[in-house]
């Protein structure tokens, strides 16, 4: 009967021969998940590499090489590239949030157009390519983190030297808190609204985060005074607008860009959710909610298109089922779109920093 071993998984890949990656040190502890059935591998490794889809081809040409028989490879690689991130000084952020390279706020001009769904995705995909990543629920109207994780614990708390610290819950490679496991979902949002900005302001300060590249903040949709409140509390390195392609949305996620433009957040780009479906039986692609929304709003306001998702029920069922897209299906088409997403992301936040770097070096020469 054909069987595979970890053993005969690290001999496998110990063969390639690559500069972008290094197995020489590879050992069974490298091997963080492994599940064979019959004719399928799903794989968990700790590698030194960066993570990309050359890394991943070349791991999963040579598994398939050596053993024919696997029809499909679900690999997940789990790197140590973090120290790469550039960080974004602002004294406000570094008096709050002292341990937080970048803070990213993900925000919406709409309800229900998969902000919270696009959230989980890239904060997962963004630990995936090897960065530490914190992620605070900050969706009053719906808090939907705790599901879309699959964890709804009360958080543990401890007493530090000054004060008492919560613990974050973590899973799949993300720290999170969320609103939802202080606020009762029965009281009127009227109610919610102050309590909100107080505890994001908790979740800042009394929240054991520890090193992080990237705090990622899902917001409440819309653009009024809660919005407005937070937006302003959140020392904030740049933002994400989700939008839907469709013009009543578009309307919407103009807004939310002026809202971050009145406050001078930069924002790092727009994510089109649900751009298009593809029938699984024909293969034919529906422009469900029209097409080029995305696009149009980027020309329009001078901001970048990070990427279109399309409808997909396992999008919808990773979320219900607490295991999001990126972690539960690897292989699938729309990872790779979350996961390029997630590095045009970065590449934005590298870009914001460094501008404000190069502004800092001009104020110096003034002064000389
Ligand atoms: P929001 O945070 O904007 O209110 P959610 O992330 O909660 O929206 O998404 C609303 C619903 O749509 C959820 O059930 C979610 O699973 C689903 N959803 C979001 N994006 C997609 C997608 N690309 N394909 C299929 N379902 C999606």
């Known amino acids: 009967m054909f069987e595979i071993t970890k053993s005969t998984v690290i001999n496998s890949l110990k063969k390639i021969s690559n500069d972008k990656i290094n197995t020489s040190?590879?050992?069974?502890?490298?091997?963080?998940?492994?599940?064979?059935?019959t004719e399928d591998l799903s794989l968990e490794i700790a590698l030194s590499t960066t993570n990309s889809e050359d890394?991943?081809?070349?791991?999963?040409?040579?598994?398939?090489?050596?053993?024919?028989e696997l029809k499909n490879i679900n690999l997940n690689i789990l790197t140590k590239s973090s120290s790469k991130v550039s960080t974004h000084k602002d004294a406000k952020k570094d008096a709050i949030l002292p341990g937080v390279k970048n803070t990213i706020a993900v925000a919406s001009g709409k309800g229900?157009?998969?902000?919270?769904?696009?959230?989980?995705?890239?904060?997962?995909?963004l630990a995936k390519d090897g960065a530490s990543v914190g992620l605070i629920d900050a969706d009053i109207y719906g808090p939907s983190i705790p599901l879309m994780l699959g964890l709804?614990?009360?958080?543990?708390?401890?007493?530090?030297?000054?004060?008492?610290?919560?613990?974050?819950?973590?899973?799949y490679g993300i720290k999170f808190m969320s609103i939802g496991l202080l606020v009762d979902q029965k009281d009127p949002i009227i109610w919610r609204g102050p309590m909100a900005s107080g505890a994001i302001k908790q979740f800042m300060t009394d929240v054991d985060w520890g090193e992080l590249d990237y705090l990622i903040f899902d917001l409440p949709p819309g653009t009024g005074d809660i919005q407005l409140t937070l937006v302003q509390t959140i020392p904030l390195t740049g933002a994400v607008i989700v939008t839907t392609p469709q013009?009543?949305?578009?309307?919407?996620?103009?807004?939310?860009?002026?809202?971050?433009?009145?406050?001078?957040?930069?924002?790092?780009?727009?994510v089109e959710n649900m751009s298009y479906f593809i029938a699984p039986d024909t293969g034919n692609k529906y422009?469900?909610?029209?097409?080029?929304?995305?696009?149009?709003?980027?020309?329009?306001?001078?901001?970048?298109?990070?990427?279109?998702?399309?409808?997909?029920p396992r999008i919808r069922q990773g979320g219900d089922n607490g295991v999001p897209m990126v972690f539960g299906i690897p292989d699938a088409n729309e990872t790779k779109i979350l996961m390029d997403i997630s590095r045009k992301l970065t590449d934005q936040v590298n870009i914001r920093n460094s501008n404000a770097a190069d502004k800092i070096e001009i104020l110096l020469g003034d002064e000389d």
């Open 152 to 171: 709804n614990d009360k958080p543990k708390v401890y007493q530090a030297e000054n004060s008492v610290k919560m613990i974050p819950l973590e899973n």
């Open 287 to 312: 422009d469900i909610f029209g097409s080029g929304g995305g696009e149009k709003i980027c020309k329009e306001l001078n901001t970048t298109l990070l990427g279109g998702i399309p409808i997909d």
């Open 55 to 68: 890394v991943r081809s070349l791991i999963v040409n040579q598994l398939k090489k050596d053993f024919a």
């Open 25 to 37: 040190s590879l050992t069974l502890n490298s091997i963080r998940k492994f599940e064979f059935t």
């Open 247 to 270: 013009e009543v949305s578009l309307i919407d996620a103009r807004k939310a860009l002026k809202m971050f433009e009145r406050v001078n957040v930069p924002v790092l780009g727009v």
């Open 112 to 125: 229900g157009v998969g902000k919270s769904t696009v959230a989980v995705n890239l904060a997962v995909a």
